[in-house]
């Protein structure tokens, strides 16, 4: 079945934009559009839809609080957040409110509709320059205080937060005076134990739990 998707966005040639690259999808349906907050929210009671694509500067209200309402009464609806909007404030909202992915406007509409995919499926997608700027900001003590119930090891914790400062690889080695190859190892067992598709959603998935 499609993903039925409803866009929620105030500028009509951002909406076109992301009405072509959502549609231009097989597996996506956009089911329904809105240009402001109070009319987003009345086509989501009305579609209850697998995603809503929401901008933060709405009219009416923004879309931070529209998803907190999605996040209250409709649980099953997942949230994409697509802003110009890359402000640490912002972003650190939209993950307070509950949204499942972020993404720039200027993203490749392709990385727009993987977010969607993403999100539908249950999991966290945040656009890597946004990742890493969280990522890199997050308070340690906080994330210290976390860490002894995560899943992870301490050295797999280690290896994780140098991926979410965009560390690849082989400079991961490097820093941590280990093998290329234990390396992948860790990234590889990281990925299995937060059901992360790629690095940057298990990065995300770790600030979210407050692993890291």
């Known amino acids: 079945m499609s993903i039925r998707t409803l866009i929620v966005e ?15 999808d097989p597996a996506i349906e956009v089911a329904g559009e809105a240009a402001d907050g109070p009319s987003g929210w009345e086509a989501i009671v009305a579609l209850q839809p697998d995603v809503a694509v929401v901008d933060i500067g709405l009219p009416g209200f923004d879309g931070i609080a529209l998803t907190q309402r999605i996040r209250e009464s409709y ?3 997942r949230v994409v957040i697509v802003t110009m909007v890359d402000l640490q404030e912002q972003v650190l909202a939209a993950l307070a ?21 993403i999100a539908q499926a249950g999991g966290a997608y945040f656009d890597p320059q946004i990742a890493h700027v969280v990522l890199s900001r997050f308070s340690p003590s906080a994330a210290k205080d976390a860490a002894a119930e995560s899943p992870l090891t301490q050295r797999e914790l280690e290896v994780l937060r140098l991926v979410a400062d965009g560390v690849g690889n082989a400079d991961i080695a490097a820093q941590l005076h280990i093998g290329l190859g234990t390396v992948k190892g860790h990234v590889r067992d990281i990925l299995e134990k937060l ?4 690095r940057t959603q298990a990065a995300v998935v770790a600030l979210r739990r407050g692993y890291i």
């Open 10 to 24: 105030d500028h009509g040639l951002t909406l076109a934009g992301l009405r072509t690259a959502l549609s231009g």
């Open 75 to 77: 649980p099953n609806t």
């Open 97 to 117: 409110a509950g949204a499942d992915a972020y993404c720039l406007k200027n993203s490749d509409p392709a990385r727009i509709v993987e977010a969607v995919k």
């Open 195 to 198: 059901s992360a598709a790629d």
